[in-house]
């Protein structure tokens, strides 16, 4: 068992792949454990096993294979990677999992399989076990069969395509192996499940014992619809509803609708391979065709007959076939080759289905009149074929050919089209049978039912019928308006007979005339029928099952909106009953009379015709009363405006009357059910009065309310033809004025534009001038809703009057139509015989079919055709300029063309490009003149042209192109995306057809609003043009992605990637997820009141993902009608000048109009993905001189996913002017887009390189705005520039700076300043460096300008590589040809002198003679104004950051050190007032998050390596003549680790908690060796407030997180407190820690101790304890002067602030109890008078009366104790320590002191009790007279003693004061004379110190302030008060004297003193005692400063005297000594008489 134990170690994923199989089984298991555990999906533990999941199935042991297989399918089950391991699982399952011999693993392995399949992976599975079925072991096949079975009874066939399985099935029933025949059985009966009928064809070939097997097998399956039963993640909610229905107990009627979702019909003829037969034609098929004999002629058809007998046949060129064929039918005389030919027809038809299409235009007229012949077998066989051919296209595309051969004067040909036309019928769908179409199908059949042959009648009948049923009644009524009862009835009851192929009885759709369809039944049967007509008819929205309309009952299914108008319930046309009321019978007068008297007042009739004006006035008033309380269904409206129009009518005189009766005539039709024919009594007489001056409005008013009523396409028919049979002019201006008005109200759909347009040419013609000018207005507003093809009516017009015309269009241009307001509410917009489809076509499409079409079918001669196709091509232009003639005069053309479309196919390949483009003009100029008729010629002409977008040749592309959109302009976009055409011509692997093809697809897709399926065809080869070699092509494909997911979705797109290979699939899925985001949204459907306006109005919107959930309504704009109504006119001629895939559409629509919206995507990871591109060279790396193609280009693609596509059009535009506006707009987007901004930083700084190479300056200036504004955001943003983006866009800039103009160089460098605030200024100086290597000398110049800049803002730390390498480069420039470049050169090395100082040389190196004495003169100029470079460079760069000592690395390093920045940046907000003005956000600091600090955001913070303390006093003895600032390092070696601690304290404070563990780490490392633990000297308070900054962070912000693993926390709590306690180790340099850090670390870690959070961790216990250590470690190491002094200013903090929470004011009370327990070994290191200054502020802020409110004691009873144990340690001495402390008088410190001496004095009875201030020392008076003696000899025991010197001599200044009496003489006598003056001086000294004349501020015995003599100059310095506290005055005199005898003992010359001021002054006590902490960290300096002055100066502070360093060892000579003394003895005498 040894190595057992080897491996039980090992972790899981290891143990997995061991090599014993214990080992594996054990890993197996511990892995199942541990995906069962795993709750987040996206765990990173998921991918460490991606590699092993394979392994764990193909495992070779047994036993570890089935755990192995249980864990890969917890694994499969719950990991979101688990898809990516699809291919090698699956294959591993079917190779080594199904061949096992135990059963479980075989189950296993299809639970497996099963289960990729429902993590979406279906097609990687099944092609694995379709791989499986070629495997040689049966086993396996067997099982692969099973899972197929069981995954397709699952799932079911929706989601395992069953073709593939189908085309295997036959090869599994002939296995040799019973067990595989089997199993194929069963599947087969799973798929017959599924599908049904449409198995048997591809099983027809079996043997046929096994399909009689079957079919036993088949009868036994249940009837019930299969349901799918396992769902894929995708499908929650089906799943969810399955359960309700399942816990409902079996389907309800749900259950029914669901069927037609679940399970879609399966087409047998999808199942089915195609078959290619054109080769297999005999040889000689065309001759023999052609022969005499009809015998050769039968063999040739026959021949094919055999050969489209194949169910499916192969797509190609059939044309030929189908002419001969044609020909066949038309002109042979033997009917039997007629039939036979009509076979062949039919074969090829049903064989091709959609891709008959093309030809089904020429055959079908053919076909019909063909039904003249009567032998049945020939009516049959043509039928079959007219029916087939009927299948493959649309009732549209046809019904131009029926309609004509429907008035054939044949009857047989009639009844066989009525009855084609029934059956045809039966295959659509109301949506599929607009209105547009009944009404000329209508129209015909009316005559049919009136016709003379009653065969010709039924047949009428029934096709009326059928349309009745398919389209509702509300539809087909008003058609039916004139047809008599009988006959209605007729139709009606045939509308009862039939049964809709749509209906509730598929396949009835057979029965066609009780014939059975010959030959294919099963190919054509029920479902495979219906299918391509649910996709040929249904395309807005097919139905699941048609509306059986009830009579008079609405559709039952509210239309899909795109629907044609056809009557959602009650949406249009009118309501029942109106339909037919708008006329009525006419009423006899007398009639009229008798209903009005029933509702009119008798007089009121009386009165109508009265001769005096007032009576009719009265009974006109009477009678409007009467009318305005009418009811509507009791109004007789015909009778009433009969009794209007009744003498004098019309002709009334009187005006009043006349208005009244107009006026009432409004009321009547607004409020009445107003009938044309009531209208017809009517409107002459409102005509004749419209131009009366008086009654006009009122006439007006009244025709409008008629048009309400009776539509206005109706009425104004009627008046114009009324006004133009008068001759009244001015009636005549005033209609057509009217007019113009109700076209704006009512909108223009339906209107009848013929009749008007001869009405106003009539008017143009008129010699009244008013007339002509309301004719044109009434154009002009026809203009708006007609376009530009109205002006085709007008082209014979006189010129003058044209031009008047084109001015009032041009006019118009601009505008869209106003919304209808009128003729909505009642009846809506149309009138009855019109609907939403119309309005849409009528738009356009009314006007171009009113055009009188010429038939140019004649003149496509023979010789014509012969002439375009010679071999000549002088010949072949002949014949295409004839044609282009002939349609040019023909202007507008019937659909007829003969043989020209094939003629002109030839010539599109011609190998003359001349011919080729003369061509594709003549197809531009076909379309136009065609009109939307052109449709038919879509297949046979349209797409030979697309094949022409593969030329070569550019002009001949882009002609291509501009036919192509003028064809789908005429067409839309349906004909050309059904079928396979399209899909074919991508599938080419030309370059320019592919780019060509998908730029004009991704220009027309977002504008439709549905798409025929078969655009699914097109993407296979739109994923192999993402893959494409060509760029273009990928770049096309790339922008066309979005618009084919946003028809096709995202789920099929994903699935059709299937069929890639794995590494295309990875990459295709990752632009689908990124199109997925710019997937715009669908156009909704036209608002109804906008449909009317113009040709469509702009595509949607541009929008990202997010919005695609809002109402796709909401989100576009009015969006675009179907286009394929947008015809020829809509009033939208396409703006064609728009870049970009979005066609605007409206003229009128402004640039901006789609422009909300970001302009910058965000992709997740786009940035990262492209570094990673970048990095491994998959894109080019941007590098360049001048910018090349390639560089835009891949610029351009980047930015498609990324960036708004009309931005982009902008920003690659050739014109400068379109780059200054994508700046404006990117400049307005910057502050609301940040994150978009960052997202694609990298891209836009590329794109602003390279408008750098611009030669325009406007650009350039508004680059640099741009990029001013955008780096102050990021830094705003705490944003910090990635490498990549750095070294794409730096060198670029830098080249600017070299600029002439001024202005732009200012703005550079400006720039470059503001860089620095999110690139480390480190990195910045290597690009400035290579920036001094240009060409330019102004570069050069400046380059180094900035550099000077950079080492004087950062220190010598940014110089890279090292500073003595960049100072060498810098000084090669002192010998430069061009002066300023020397200037520059040398002004920046005398920079780095300032800050350097005499290194420089050294660093230098050698330099030329001539160099060098160019430098030292400069040098030396520049000594000569010390001050003035700072303050120069604060005003000049007021942005730079100054920062003396910050390191460059440390100032900038990213959000992750956010914390360390914010530090750096507020120190210099103290350090420098002018910068601090303002602070940016991000740059204050919180104060209430410094724990309520009283230290004020003034001084917040000076560097941490403010000055090199050392150096500034090395030189005290001998002054220099000048003091240099000091550079913060001592030389290049130490600069470098300098730096790297920087940065790497810097880290700890991240916000990335790796990163600071890391950091930790590192300084750990440091702190345990101790040979590099002193690196860290100098760095201790910046890590500790790194470490406290991090301690916050964990407190405020991870601490509350809940997605942090808060293992995450503890393992950084301890790595804090682990390298803290190491830093506590090592007594120097825990000593380093100042006062203010401290304060903050203890806040900090006390803070943590109290935190309950971590108590309740895990480890937390464990935590707190390791803080309570280090808090030990931290009062014991630290210095015990700083700590002391910061735990008493955090307590008193503490009890201030109220939120404080007490427990914690009681830690930091045993934190001094503790340090009072240290005391007694501390005391002498400790600077107590600190201590005392700050117990002094304690108890200033705290008096005892406050202290004693606190809830606890402790307070008082701390200080109590502290100060007690101080007195007791000090003694009497403690009172002359409060030598710090400014007015003692403000708090009880003294008065405590004194009583606690006084108390131990009375029970110790020894020591003196001394009373500083008030100077009345008092030995207690018990003490004997005799202990006096005793007393002084002590005392002066302590004077000759060298430690207690000062001791002694202020107990014996007390005693003199006590005992003025008191002799000393004789202790005196016996000493040396200078021991008695030394005493002397002494005593003044300490009377002087203690009167308080002139505090010594600088505790140093140097005066702060002498008078008149120097100037202070330190901010920090307050001039001390001089003169005693009593306010007298002393003379400066005493001072100086004073001081010329210490400098002398110091051996200083006098002379210097001006000198040395600054110094004092710098080290002078700060007047304000602030409360310490680490804002405040200067004033720690300073007094370490001091104390290190005054070690160096042995001058002892603890009692201000100056114990110079003549004492012991004299160095002055006694006698001159002496006469010193005296004279200060004299001195003091008469000080003190002055006292006196």
Not at 1116 to 1138: H, I, L, N, R
Not at 1315 to 1344: D, H, V
Not at 1407 to 1412: A, F, G, V
Request: with cysteine; glycine share 6%.
């Amino acid at each position: 068992m040894g190595d057992d134990s080897e491996w039980m170690k090992l972790p899981i994923d290891q143990k997995c792949e061991h090599k014993l199989w214990k080992a594996r089984l054990n890993g197996y298991e511990e892995a199942l454990k541990l995906f069962q555990k795993i709750d987040d999906e996206k765990s990173p533990e998921w991918s460490k096993y991606l590699g092993l999941i394979k392994k764990f199935v193909t495992d070779s042991n047994a036993v570890a294979q089935l755990k192995g297989l249980e864990a890969a399918l917890a694994y499969v089950e719950n990991a979101h990677v688990a898809g990516k391991t699809t291919g090698e699982v699956a294959s591993g399952v079917v190779n080594k999992v199904f061949n096992q011999p135990k059963a479980r693993a075989k189950e296993l392995g299809v639970d497996i399989c099963l289960m990729y399949i429902e993590i979406e992976k279906g097609e990687a599975v099944q092609e694995e076990l379709l791989k499986g079925l070629d495997n040689k072991n049966p086993k396996i096949i067997v099982a692969c069969i099973e899972t197929l079975r069981k995954a397709l009874s699952e799932f079911g066939s929706k989601i395992i395509s069953l073709k593939p399985i189908i085309k295997v099935l036959p090869k599994l029933f002939e296995s040799r192996e019973k067990a595989v025949r089997d199993e194929a059985k069963l599947l087969a009966v799973e798929i017959y499940r599924w599908i049904r009928d449409a198995l048997r064809p591809p099983l027809q070939n079996i043997n046929s014992v096994q399909l009689k097997e079957l079919e036993e097998e088949w009868v036994k399956v249940s009837s019930a619809a299969p349901k799918q039963t396992r769902f894929l993640r995708s499908q929650q909610e089906l799943k969810a509803k399955f359960e309700q229905q399942q816990a409902a107990g079996g389907d309800g009627d749900e259950g029914d609708d669901d069927e037609e979702e679940a399970v879609p019909q399966v087409d047998a003829y999808e199942l089915l391979e195609a078959v290619e037969i054109l080769s297999k034609l005999p040889k000689d098929f065309y001759e023999k065709i052609e022969a005499k004999k009809w015998q050769e002629r039968k063999e040739a058809l026959e021949a094919v007959e055999v050969l489209v007998k194949n169910p499916k046949l192969e797509s190609g060129d059939y044309a030929d076939l189908v002419k001969v064929l044609k020909k066949v039918v038309g002109k042979d005389t033997n009917v039997m080759l007629v039939a036979l030919a009509a076979k062949c027809l039919a074969g090829l038809a049903s064989g091709l289905r959609k891709k008959f299409g093309q030809y089904a235009g020429h055959v079908v007229p053919t076909i019909l009149e063909k039904f003249k012949e009567k032998k049945p077998q020939v009516v049959q066989a043509l039928q079959e074929a007219i029916d087939a051919i009927f299948l493959t296209t649309t009732l549209q595309n046809i019904s131009e050919d029926v309609l004509a051969v429907m008035d054939n004067k044949n009857p047989t040909i009639k009844q066989q089209t009525s009855l084609f036309i029934a059956r045809s019928f039966r295959h659509c769908t109301p949506s599929t049978l607009p209105k547009s179409l009944l009404k000329p199908f209508c129209a015909a059949l009316l005559k049919h039912i009136n016709d003379s042959a009653p065969e010709v009648r039924d047949a009428g009948f029934e096709a009326l019928g059928t349309a009745l049923k398919v389209a509702g009644e509300k539809a087909v009524n008003p058609f039916l308006a004139d047809v008599d009862k009988l006959k209605l009835d007729r139709i009606k009851e045939c509308a009862e007979k039939v049964e809709l192929v749509y209906g509730k009885k598929t396949g009835a759709a057979e029965k066609k005339e009780g014939k059975p369809v010959a030959g294919k039944a099963p190919a054509l049967s029920g479902s495979a029928g219906d299918k391509e007509i649910k996709d040929a008819a249904a395309k807005p929205g097919p139905q699941k099952k048609a509306p059986v309309v009830k009579p008079g009952g609405p559709p039952k299914k509210s239309k899909p909106a795109a629907a044609a108008g056809t009557g959602g319930a009650g949406a249009k046309g009118k309501k029942g009953p109106e339909t037919k009321e708008i006329f009525e019978s006419e009423l006899s007068i007398e009639v009229c009379e008798e209903k009005a008297a029933a509702v009119l007042p008798a007089s009121c009739i009386q009165q109508l015709d009265s001769g005096n004006w007032k009576e009719r006035l009265a009974s006109m008033e009477e009678f409007q009363k009467a009318v305005e309380l009418m009811e509507r269904s009791e109004m007789p409206c015909q009778a009433l405006v009969r009794m209007l129009a009744k003498k004098p009518g019309w002709k009334e005189t009187n005006f009043q009357v006349m208005q009244m009766k107009l006026h009432i005539v409004a009321l009547i039709a607004q409020k009445g059910n107003f009938s044309k024919t009531s209208a017809q009594v009517v409107l002459d007489g409102l005509v004749d009065k419209v131009g009366d001056v008086k009654c006009g409005s009122n006439a007006k008013e009244a025709m409008t309310a008629i048009a309400e009523a009776c539509q206005l396409p109706w009425t104004a028919e009627q008046v114009v033809a009324m006004a133009f049979s008068q001759k009244n002019p001015k009636n005549q201006s005033e209609t057509l004025n009217w007019l113009s008005n109700a076209i704006k109200e009512f909108g223009f759909s339906g209107l009848n534009v013929k009749a008007f347009i001869s009405n106003v040419k009539t008017a143009l013609a008129a010699t009244n001038p008013a007339v002509r000018t309301s004719a044109i207005t009434l154009l002009g507003v026809m203009y708006l809703y007609v376009g530009p093809p109205l002006r085709m009516f007008f082209e014979d017009e006189k010129p003058a009057l044209l031009s008047q015309i084109d001015a009032e269009f041009e006019k118009m241009q601009g505008q869209t139509a106003p919304a209808p307001t009128r003729g909505i509410s009642r009846h809506s917009g149309g009138s009855g015989d019109d609907g939403e489809e119309e309005e849409q076509e009528d738009v356009g499409n009314d006007v171009v079919d009113l055009l009188p079409r010429t038939d140019i079918g004649d003149k496509i001669t023979a010789e014509l055709v012969a002439k375009i196709g010679d071999k000549n091509w002088k010949i072949r232009k002949e014949g295409l300029d004839e044609v282009t003639s002939i349609i040019n005069d023909a202007k507008f053309i019937q659909p007829n063309i003969g043989e020209l479309p094939a003629a002109l196919k030839s010539r599109l390949n011609d190998s003359n490009k001349i011919l080729v483009q003369q061509t594709l003009s003549i197809l531009q100029q076909l379309a136009t003149a065609m009109g939307p008729n052109i449709k038919q010629h879509v297949k046979n002409l349209g797409i030979p042209v697309i094949t022409v977008l593969g030329d070569s040749k550019n002009n001949v592309r882009a002609a291509a192109l501009a036919t192509v959109n003028a064809w789908a302009e005429q067409t839309g976009m349906k004909e050309w995306l059904e079928g396979e055409d399209l899909s074919e011509e991508l599938k080419k692997e030309n370059p320019f057809l592919r780019q060509e093809l998908l730029g004009w697809l991704a220009d027309k897709l977002p504008t439709l609003r549905s798409v025929p399926s078969d655009l699914l065809l097109c993407v296979p080869h739109l994923y192999s043009c993402l893959e494409d070699r060509n760029g273009d092509v990928r770049k096309k494909a790339q922008d066309a992605l979005p618009f084919f997911m946003m028809h096709l979705g995202f789920e099929k797109m994903a699935k059709a990637t299937g069929k890639l290979k794995p590494t295309s699939k990875d990459q295709v899925l990752a632009m689908l997820e990124k199109a997925k985001a710019n997937m715009p949204a669908k156009p909704a459907p036209p608002a109804k009141a906008s449909s009317r306006v113009g040709g469509g109005a702009a595509p949607a919107k541009f929008q990202p993902a997010s919005a695609l959930a809002e109402d796709s309504g909401s989100n576009t704009m009015e969006s675009k009608p179907d286009p394929k109504k947008a015809k020829v006119g809509g009033a939208s001629s396409k703006t064609k000048g728009v870049q970009g895939k979005k066609v605007l559409n409206k003229p009128t629509l402004k640039e901006d109009d789609d422009k909300s919206g970001p302009i910058f995507i965000i992709v997740p990871n786009g940035k990262e993905q492209r570094m990673k591109d970048e990095k491994g060279l998959k894109v080019l790396k941007w590098n360049f001189t001048t910018p090349r193609d390639e560089y835009i280009e891949q610029l351009k693609t980047q930015m498609s996913s990324c960036v708004a596509k009309w931005l982009q059009d902008e920003m690659f535009h050739a014109d400068f002017q379109h780059h200054n506006k994508a700046l404006a707009v990117m400049i307005e987007h910057l502050e609301n887009e940040k994150d978009g901004v960052i997202s694609c930083l990298d891209l836009i700084l590329k794109w602003l390189t390279l408008r750098f190479f611009d030669t325009n300056t406007s650009v350039l200036m508004k680059t640099l705005e741009y990029l001013k504004l955008l780096f102050n955001m990021l830094s705003q943003e705490e944003y910090h520039l990635t490498e990549n983006e750095a070294s794409s866009f730096i060198p670029y800039l830098i080249i600017k700076v070299g600029e002439p103009k001024d202005v732009i160089r200012k703005d550079v460098r400006a720039i470059l300043n503001r860089m620095c605030l999110i690139y480390p200024a480190s990195k910045m100086f290597t690009f400035i460096m290579e920036g001094t290597k240009s060409k330019n000398s102004k570069q050069r110049a400046e380059c180094l300008e900035e550099l000077g800049c950079l080492v004087e803002s950062y220190g010598m730390n940014v110089c890279q590589p090292t500073p003595g390498k960049a100072l060498k480069e810098m000084a090669t420039h002192i010998g430069d040809r061009d002066n300023t470049v020397r200037n520059a050169a040398l002004n920046t090395i005398v920079t780095v002198y300032n800050v350097h100082g005499d290194q420089v040389f050294k660093l230098i190196g050698n330099l030329s003679e001539k160099d060098m004495s160019m430098l030292e003169e400069r040098i030396k100029r520049s000594a000569k104004r010390p001050s003035a470079a700072p303050v120069r460079q604060a005003e000049e760069k007021p942005q730079r950051i100054q920062n003396i000592s910050a390191n460059a690395s440390m100032l900038r390093k990213g959000p992750a050190e956010d914390m360390s920045s914010k530090l750096n940046q507020n120190r210099n907000m103290g350090s420098h007032s002018e910068t601090a003005h303002t602070v940016p956000r991000e740059f204050q600091l919180d104060l209430d998050e410094i724990e309520n600090d009283n230290g004020t955001v003034k001084c917040e913070m000076p560097a941490l390596v403010q000055h090199k303390l050392d150096d500034i006093f090395e030189p005290v003895l001998i002054p220099e003549p000048k003091i240099r600032a000091v550079s913060p390092h001592f030389d290049d070696m130490h600069s470098n680790t300098a730096s790297t601690i920087n940065f790497v304290i810097s880290q700890v404070a991240s916000g990335d908690i790796n990163t600071s563990i890391q950091a930790l780490a590192q300084i750990d490392e440091v702190f345990r060796q101790e040979d590099k633990a002193e690196a860290m000297s100098g760095h201790i308070d910046q890590f500790l407030i790194a470490t406290f900054m991090q301690l916050r962070l964990i407190y405020n912000t991870h601490m509350a997180d809940e997605k942090l693993d808060k293992d995450e926390i503890v393992k950084l709590y301890s790595c804090i407190i682990g390298s803290m306690i190491s830093l506590f180790q090592i007594e120097s340099l825990a000593r380093e820690a100042s006062t203010g850090v401290l304060k903050d670390l203890m806040h900090g870690l006390i803070t943590l101790m109290l935190d309950s959070r971590v108590e309740d961790l895990e480890e937390g216990e464990q935590v707190i304890r390791s803080v309570n250590l280090l808090v030990v470690k931290v009062l014991e190491k630290s210095d015990q002067t700083n700590i002391l002094s910061a735990l008493l200013v955090l307590l008193q903090d503490s009890l201030l602030a109220t939120a404080s929470s007490p427990k914690f004011s009681e830690l930091v009370m045993k934190c001094l109890w503790r340090m009072v327990r240290l005391l007694p070994e501390t005391i002498n290191s400790i600077n107590l008078d600190r201590i005392l200054l700050d117990i002094h502020i304690f108890m200033k802020v705290f008096p005892k009366e406050k202290l004693k409110q606190c809830k606890s004691e402790f307070p008082i009873r701390t200080l109590k104790t502290l100060l007690h144990t101080l007195c007791k340690l000090k003694g009497p001495k403690i009172l002359d320590h409060l030598t710090m402390i400014e007015n003692k008088n403000e708090s009880e410190l003294e008065a405590h002191l004194c009583r606690v001496m006084k108390h131990s004095m009375d029970q110790t009875g020894s020591k003196a009790d001394k009373d500083t201030e008030k100077g009345a020392s008092r030995i207690e008076e018990k003490a004997s007279k005799a202990k006096v003696n005793d007393i002084l000899a002590e005392i002066f025991k302590k004077i000759g003693s060298k430690e207690n010197t000062k001791e002694g001599l202020a107990e014996l200044y007390e005693y003199k004061k006590k005992y003025s009496d008191a002799d000393i003489e004789p202790f005196l006598k016996n000493s040396s004379q200078f021991f008695q003056s030394y005493v002397e001086r002494g005593l003044r000294l300490i009377e002087t110190e203690r009167e308080g004349k002139g505090r010594i501020a600088s505790s140093t015995g140097i005066s702060p302030q002498m008078e008149g003599t120097c100037v202070p100059v330190s901010t920090h310095t307050v001039p001390s008060s001089i003169g005693n506290t009593n306010g007298e005055e002393v003379g400066p005199s005493v001072y100086l004297e004073r001081l010329k005898i210490l400098r002398q003992r110091c051996g200083l010359d006098n002379a210097k003193q001006e000198d040395r001021a600054p110094l004092t002054s710098l080290l002078s006590k700060p007047a304000v005692p602030t409360v310490a902490s680490s804002t405040d960290m200067l004033h720690s300096k300073l007094s370490q400063l001091r104390e290190s002055r005054e070690q160096y100066q042995h001058l002892d502070l603890d009692s201000n005297q100056t114990h110079s360093s003549g004492i012991g060892t004299t160095t002055a000579s006694p006698s001159s000594a002496a006469a010193n003394i005296d004279d200060l003895k004299k001195r003091l005498e008469r000080i003190k008489s002055s006292r006196k």
